[in-house]
Structures are given as C-alpha cells and as structure tokens.
C-alpha cells in the first residue's frame, strides 16, 4: 500500500508516454519545426483539441466520479479565456497604438495612450473607456492570476449558494445550467464591459512577439499537451488516494457519507471550484489558439456537448473522458467543417453539414441507452477478456 | 452510569401529522437499547433527529459530558461528534472494495485537506484487519463489497460503524432479511460493541431483541409508551393493547 | 318701360330655366367673388392667395365648396376670352368641357389654347384645404366629417379652431360631436389666444389619459437654454435657474455655451494644445521645452503657456477663470410659451397624468405579467408533470413544443381558413406529440428508469437530433402561424392599458388546462393511478396499477400539452427549429422554482416568473438581456430559502 502513486497507477505512465509520442510526433510533422506535413492550422485545432480533453478531465472529475453533473463547466472555460484574452487584446493593441503614434509630432501622453486603446478596443460598442474589470489589463500575471481567481471564485459562490441548500440531481443540474446561461446573457450586452457580442478577438498574436503563427501554434500547441499531462496526473492523484474514495462514496451514497462524518457539502465544493479552475486553464490555453472568444461560447449548449464527451468516452475513468473528447470533438469539426464527402443515396443527398447533429444526438441516446460507460467500457471488456486468457492459459 | 444523550420534550410534525410527540429518551455510556413499535411510532424519525436529518419543532437534545446542544449540528458534525447510524437498508459504498469502505470509515481527519494528504499507515491497516476479522470479513477485503451477499453488507456496515469508534451506535433493523445464522452472528457483534459503547438498536423482531437481553423502550404514536426488561414492557397492557390493536 | 320688360322676361327666363339657377341667382353667384380676386388667383402665390380663398370660404355659399376642391385638385380652368372660372374637365388631349361654378351646367367644349389651367402649388393646397374643414366639417356624409376631425387631430392649426368650434353646436352624430368637443378643448390649449380659457382648457383635460391630451400639453414646456450676464431678463418665463456642475449640466458645456455666445474666451482642450504645440516645433523644442518631453500634461502645459506669453497662440483659459466666467453669467431654461399661469396649469396637469399614466402602467404591466406567466404554465406544465410522476427531466420537451408549431404550420398549408385550421391543429398537435412521447417514454426512458441524469442526456440526445431534423426539414427560416382574423388587435381599455385578444386567448387557454389537468388528476381513473405512482410506485404496483403504463400515458400527456403550447406559442412567436430552446430554461426555472408533483406549484412558479421577468424590464426597460440574467440569478438566490420550491412536499414523503 506505500508504493508510491505512480507505480499503483501504469495507465498515467501509459497516458503519459503516448501524449509525449504524439506531441514528438506534431512537432516533427510541424511546418515552423518539422517537415511540414501538418498545417498550421490543424495544429491549432489538435491544440484545441488537447485543451478541450483537459476541461473534459474536469468533467469527469466532478460528474463521473463525484455525480454533480455540472451543466456549467464551460462558463469557466470562457471566463479563463476572458481573463487572459483580455491581456492579449490590451497589450496588442496598446503595441499598435504605441507604434502608430511614434511618428507623432508631439510624444503622447500615457493618458493619450490609454484613450487610443480604449477607443480602438471598446470603439465596436460605442464607447471608449475602460471599464474598471479592466484595471488590471496591462499586467500579465495579475490577469494571469485572474485566469483562476475569477472562475475559482464564480464557481466558490455558486457552490457554495448551491451545495448548501443541498440541491442535488437534477435540480443542481439545471442550476448550473442558468448559471451559464445568465453569464452568457450578462456578456452578451454591449455594457457588460467585455464588448458584448464581438468578443474578444485577435488573440491569436502574442503581443511582442514577431515568429510566425507556424511557431507561436507550436508553442500553444506544447503548453495544451503540458497542461493536459499535469492535469491528468493531478486528476489520477486526487481519485486514487482516500479523497477519490470519498468522492466516489458521495457519488455512489450520499448519506452514508454524510453519516461517517464527512461534510458532503465541503467536498462537492472543493471538487467543484477545483475542477472549475482546471477548466479555466483549458479556455486560457484555449482561445489564443482559437483566436476569438464571444459569449456564445458558453452558451448551456457547449457545456451540455462537454457531457456527452465524457459520456461517450466514458465516465468514471480518465482516460474515457480525453477519448471522448478528442474523439467527438475531432469528428464533430471533420463532420461539420464540410471535409466529409456527402453520401447520394439517389433519392436524398445526405449533407453531413445538415445530418451530424442528427447522427450526434442519436448515437447519444444509444451510448446512454447500451453503453453507459461509453468506449472507455469497451476497453475494459476488451482488457478484462486478455486477463481472462491469460488466466485460462 | 452517566448519561450520554438525553432527549427531552421533542416533537415534530410533517404536514400536520405528528411523527414525534413530547418524546424524551435517555441512554447511559456503555448500555444496550432496544427500540420497539408498531409502524409509524417514530422509530426512524427519532434516529433522524439525534442524526441531524431531521430538525425538531421544539424539545432539546444533549450529548456528552459537555451537554453539548446536537439541534443546529449537521450530519456530518454529529458523526464526527461519535454517533454512528446504520441504516435498515445496507448502505456501503458499493463500488469499492471492503478495504476501502472500512479505510474511509477509520476514526481520522475528515476534513477535505487531510483527506487529500492521507496515506494509510500499517497501524491502520492492521486496524483494517482486525475490524475485517471482528465482522467476519477477512477473506473479502479486496472484494468490490457491492458483490457481498445481504448479511455480509450488513455486517460491512457495521464494520464502518465501529471503524468509526462512536460513542453511540444507532442500529435501524440489523436483523433483517439474515439467515437465523446470520443473526447470530450480528446480536454478537452488537452485544460485544456494546460493552464499550452506548447501542440504541431499533427492531421489529421479538426473539432478536430477547437475545439482545437488554432494556427495552416502546414507542407508540411518537411517544414512549413503556420502558423496562423485555418482560417487563411485554408484560404492560398499555403496550399489548397497542400491539393487539395493530 | 323697356327696362321693365326686360326685367319680367329675364325673371320668367330664371323661373322656366331651372329652380337651381333661379335659386344660385337669388342667393348670388361665386363667380363674382373669384372675379374680384382674380388677379391674385391667377398669380398663384402662397404669401398673397389668403385674401382670395378667405373671400371664398368666408362667402356663405353652398358652391364655396366645391370651388375650393375643384381648385385644389388642379381641375379650376379660366376662360381666356373673358377670365371666368370654370370647372375643367379633360374630353381629348386638346378639348375639355366647361362646366359652371353656379349653375352646375356645362358651358360647351373649348380648345385647350383657349383655356388657363390654375395649378396651386402645394402651399397653396395646404391653405385651400385648411379653409376647405370647415365645409368637410359640417359635410354631411359623416365619413367625411371624420376625415376632416382625424387630418385636424394630425396637424393642428391655429385657424382650424374657429371653424371646428362653428361646427361642433350643429353635429348630430353624439360620438362624432364628443370627439370634436375634445379637440376643440386641444386645440383651445395650444392654440387660443384668450389665456383664461387655455387655463380653463388645462382644467377640463386634466387627469385624462389620452395620448393627445400629453402631446398637446408637451410641447408647452418646452424650454430652450441660455445664458445672459448678470441676473435673469424681465418677461422671461423661467422654468429653472441652473447651476454649472450640478445634474447633468456640467461646467464645460456651460462654458461652451458662453463661448458660442462670445461671452467668454475659447476654452483651449488638451487637443487643441497638442496641434498648436505641433504648429510650433522649433527645432525640436517648443516654447523651451524639448519635444521629447512633452509626454506629460504638465510639460506640455508649460510649453503652451511659454508660447501664449510669447503671443503665438490664444492664451489658456485656466479652471479659475472658467470659475470666475460661469460666476459672472446666469444659466436659466426658459419656457417658449410666454404665459406663466398656463405652463403652471401645463405643469400641473401634466403631473395629474403622470400620476394616472402610472398607476395604469401598473395595471398594465400586471396584464402583461399574466400573459406571459399563462405562455410560462403552457409551456412548463407538460414538464412539470413528467417531472412530478417520473422524476424525469425532459431536455427535449422544448423540441415538442416546437413540434406543436411545425405541426400548426402544417395543418395552416392543408386548410388555408385561418379559424379552422387552428382547431384542427389543436388536437393533431395533441396527437403528433402524444404519440412522440409515448415512443420516446417506451424506447427511452423506460430503459434509463432511476438514473435521472442519464435520462437528462439522453433526452437531450433526442433534442440536439429533433432540432435538427426540423432545420434539415423547414429550413432555418422563420415560418408563419397565423391567428385567425378574430385574434388580431387589442383590447385597449385606454391609451396607457391594452392587450392583445392572442394573449388573452393563451390566459384562456392557460386556464382550460388548469381545469382539464385538475378533472384528470381528481376525477379519472388515470388520474388516480397517476397519483398512487407518484405517491408510492411499488405499492402502486402491487395494487395491481400498471406503472409502466401510468408512465407512458403521463409522458405522453405531458409531451401532448407540450404540443399544443406549442400551437399557441407559435401564433405570436416565430415558428423556427430554436423555437422551444427559447421557453425551455424558462420552463425548467418554472417547475424549479414552483415545486415538483404539484399543479399549484407550477401555477406558482409560472407565476413568479412572469411577473419577476415583467418586473425586472420594467425597471431597466433598455435591457432584456440584463433583465434574463438578473431573474436567474434572483432564482438561483430563491432556491436557496425554498430548494424544494414555493410548494413542496415536505417531511418523509419528500424522500432525499
């Protein structure tokens, strides 16, 4: 029982060593340090893609092992973007409106300064003053800071309001559900102070920095795969010692918990703002590879796919959850990006730009229906019955 | 003997009907209780208020030395103050092995930081064990405890309960649905847990509780109708009228 | 002698010739009148016309009417030959018949170069039609009198009021005559010249509700701003002194006020400063200051003030002497309406109605709330059902609900009648969703019985493909479902309070339903299974109920309703595949905030909502979005004092 976490857990070591071989492997097919054969465009959304088998971890961890299906998550997600966006933006711009106003007869003022950024950032929303989240825009470690303290804090409320009433279920389910949908509402006005509908958006430029996109992707690209690997040891740390146990406990028998003497309500909490702050790190890492974030992002429907991911992944196991999000959101975009051939049935052309959806929602219900543990479920059936041969030789 | 948890003047009411009425209840350290009662007399409803489920419209409820108040208290506070309930039903977590339920269930931290940092040391694991042969269990410790039978859940159940090291034990119907071997089995490891620790056990069943051979309270419409030996309370027409009635 | 003769014949000439000359002849004829203005008839000139179409209208004869529409329309033609007016009407391109003012008899057939077509500019019409009301006003096709009333009522004038008041004392239609009083009172306001009966106009009209009564009284109070030295001109009807820095008017648009009146010198801006810094580079210094440094407003403050002193640019007006400027000057708005006591009166009233207009905001607003928390119970009430007796969460209920649309758009192409095909669609979008929810509860949900989260997913599994199967079938645009005629309008109870007969059909509806769902649950066999499932399956079950079935017909009864809000939610919304997702977080608040298993509960919670929703727009009118996202949040902070709802069930039976 004293060996140590990494030897009572192979598959973190297995996970690890095929994420390294398959971040060798991009970067060798890279354009900006390989020989190319990987665009740098579908870098940008293998990155995305790393980053959204991240928030799926964190998906994962709060409902497949604790079962608070959170309907919510990607509020996070788009907050953390919003944090770090909002330093992207600040800071590119005020580059350019430096830069412009160098050749200026007269040196400008750093008041001048600042109302050239604002004009050209809040300029969209007819305004051009910086509304006060925006004090702290010009320094990337506070926004950086901000990246979990914002979400950490939303999710530290809500929970808290939340668990303690011990809503539960699907009552707590549709809770989070209008907690995301009254934040997408709030930043969908021009007011909100985050350019309402527009978003932020050339985020994809890192300010000072002048490599290409062929590097800068590649840099992203590195940082989703760090941060998937950390997240995911970080995950299989915390379900595999006593606390996992606990949580699965509350999952499984919330009274009996309760009764043993642990404060349910403490560790929903915990789980639940530390899984928010995880989801906040995927969208900071997320949105400068996507290059614009708007409210719609975290629309209740993005959270709701984020489920069917880890559902069709397979819940309750690590890996199920970054196989179900790589793989749905990979063919989601392969599907709706209009790169598959559409099938003439000769009667009907079936478009997959029209029929994904379709097949999506339904092949939902079946996974629900016949596989509720997903693929991740058929790897278990497939691993058990090697076991079993090996047994029986 | 001094008192543990005293009950006095309790009552509550769901939506009109009065599942407790004016009901007070003593129990001493180191005694063994059988709670009796024809349905609906309040038998669980009484576990829930000591438990923290269930709050009280009025009446006090004091625990220990200290005579510490348990109304305003939740669950987990309670069971961390050392009340330990078993359910009529065999609730263990099902998904995890007997060695896991019963290391969850050990007399630790329960706060989410400790929790995270733990590590089992072999003290524990001996504890683990020796818990496992109390309850009968040792050859089923890495059995995932949802593939236990009926009896051994039970048994499981009580396991965490004394893992917990409470001062009280509240035990809902243990004897349900076990073979008469199994039964046997569960009044020994009762009465042997009662020699160290207070034991309310609530129980439909006349011959288990004459084998608990211990003081026996009758509830009735949410009240105590009569307390005393089994033979005693048996013996009172108020209580034969009830159970005649029923 | 002769002259006598001539008199008899010419009199037996008028009375054999016709009763109507005879008539025109004794009463006098216009031509004379249009004669003796001819010249400036024929100069068609708006600034001297008025002479002549007052002559006309002012001459007492019945022909001055149709003078002045002949006129107007371009028809008025003058002989060339001796310059009499005549009305014109068009045979071929180059004949027209002449037809006299007086005798309404035609003169002949002239050719056009023989003739003058009088064409009245449009100032001109303008003049003739004001002069015209007072014949439309008393005209007696009462269509006509209304026209005339409504073009007053659009464009008021001055000279309107005389003639509208002649014509109110001979009216003989009572609402015709009431509508003209009114007017007449509007009109008095704005317009009379005697002030005590423009008071005594302000008085009648006070407390009423109508729109016109405020636009009338509006404008009265209108100010315009301005500033003079010293203290406030005599004569001036003030409505405020104003103090620079205090409300909305603040010191620099106060400044700029003086400036524009060249009561003060220009305010030099940090713009302005930095172009004239600009302008005067002098080798890489300004004013003493190197360029370089000029990167503070106090640098650059410095620099400009070296150039002022130096005489090169204006010198810069400091905040003491803005201070001092503003201390020297009054500001003051002024009322355009010169009378004190009739914009006192304007005022008085006007606060009177805002009084009025509020309280029946309220009422309105409350009209509104009840429509929109019905259009809430329609929609939540199939959830709240299927909620209540399975514990399920339907994610695709909102998709039956737009299935009940698509469905009325349907029956809408097959029976064109409007009324009937409403009818018809009702119990087909019964039928259609019925039946999908019994598949879907047999194919589904029964498999998924107990695990309430999985059953979430996969009915949203079944809405993410549902919404797209109706973009892949009806494409994204918006369809229409259109209200038979006798839905559309309003009931208007006054200016400030209406609401549509759609809506109160829904309140109508919302109410059937109570009552069918209540006969249901109280009275049917299915009522009671559904009861004893939702109360204790197992029991139920080994009272030889059925719960599977009791499941399905519940499931299906909810999709059902579902469908028929859908119907009803689809004559006043646009039917498209989002339809239901707009009402579905709604519902789900609803049946949340109302409690489960319980009719009342979502009564409550449709309730709350609307009211909450309409409340919440009231206060910040501008802004729906900010309104949505507060109401959640109020709900989220709601579940927090009553998590099981406004009515819950409490105890035991509320199980964990």
Redesign the interface.
Known sequence: ??RSFIAKNPSVLIFLAILALFTLLVTVMSEGFGVGGISTSFIKTLGKTLCLCLIALAMDLIWGYT?I?SLGHFAFFGLGGYMIGMWLMYERTRLIVVDSLAN?????????VIDAIGNQIFGVVGSSDFPLIWAFADSLTIQLALVLLVPGLLALI?GW??F????T???L???T???T???A??L??N?SGLRGNNGLSGLQNLPGVTASQDYVSLWFFWASAAALGAGYVLCAW?VS???G??I??IR?????????????E??KL?IFTLTACIAAIAGALYYPQAGIINPAEIA?IAS?YL??WV?IGGRGRLYGAVIGAAFVSLLSTWFTGGQAPDVNLGFYTIKWV?????L??????LV??FA?KGIGGLIDILSDRRAAKEASQ | MSTLLEVSGVSVTFDGFRAINNLSFQIGEAEMRAVIGPNGAGKTTFMDIVTGKTRPDEGRVIWGEKSISLLGMNEARIAQEGIGRKFQKPTVFEEQTVQENLLMALKKPRGWFAVLTYRPSDADLAKVDDLAAQIGLTDQLTRTSGELSHGQKQWLEIGMLLAQEPRLLLVDEPAAGMTPAEREHTTDILVEAAKTRAVVVVEHDMEFVRRLNCKVTVLHEGAVLAEGSLDHVTADQNVIDVYLER | MRQLFLAGLAFLAACLISPGLGQAQTAAAIQPILQDHQALIVKSSRKTIGPAIDAVAASGLPQAQTVLEVWAAKNMWQRKSDGLFFIGEKIDSKTYALTDFDSGESVGEFAKSELKQLKPNSGIRALIGTALVQFQLSDPNIEARRAALLSIERDPEASLLAPLRASIEAESDPALKAQKQRLERLLTIGYDSDEAARLAAIADMAGDLGVDVRATLNPLLTTKRDVVAGSVPEGANIAAILTPGQGDFDRLSAYDMLVAKDLAPVRISQADIRSELAAHIEGARVGGVPVAKLNTEGNRLTAYTALAEAGAVPAFVTDTAIDAALAAHTFFDAYLEPSEAVTDAAAQALKDIELKVGLNQTLDLTLDALSLASIYFLAAIGLAITFGVMGVINMAHGEFIMMGAYTGYVVQQIIPDHTLSIIVAIPTAFAVTFAAGVAMERLVIRWLQARPLETLLATFGISIALQQLAKNIFGTQARPLTAPGWLDGAWVMNDVVSISYIRIAIFILALIFLAVFLYIMKRTRLGLETRAVTQNPRMAASMGINPDRVNMLTFGLGSGIAGIAGVAIGLFAKVTSELGSDYIVQSFMTVVVGGVGNIWGTLAGAAMIGFLQKGIEWMNPSNTLAAQTYMIIFIIIFIQFRPRGIIALKGRAAGD
Do not use: C
Request: hydrophobic residues 50%.
């Open positions: 029982m004293q079962g299906l200026a007869e007269i040196p400008p003022t750093d008041g001048e809500f309001l939340a303690r009433s011990r809503v279920g699907v009552y389910s549709i809770l559900q209008a907690m949908l009254a934040l509402l709030y969908f006005q007011d915390l010692g006593k606390f146990s606990v699965r406990g499984d028998n919330e009274a009996r918990a309760r009764f043993l003497g642990y404060s349910v403490t560790y915990v209740p709701i489920a069917v559902a029209d029929w994904w959806l379709v999506l929602g339904l092949s939902f219900v629900t229906l509720p």
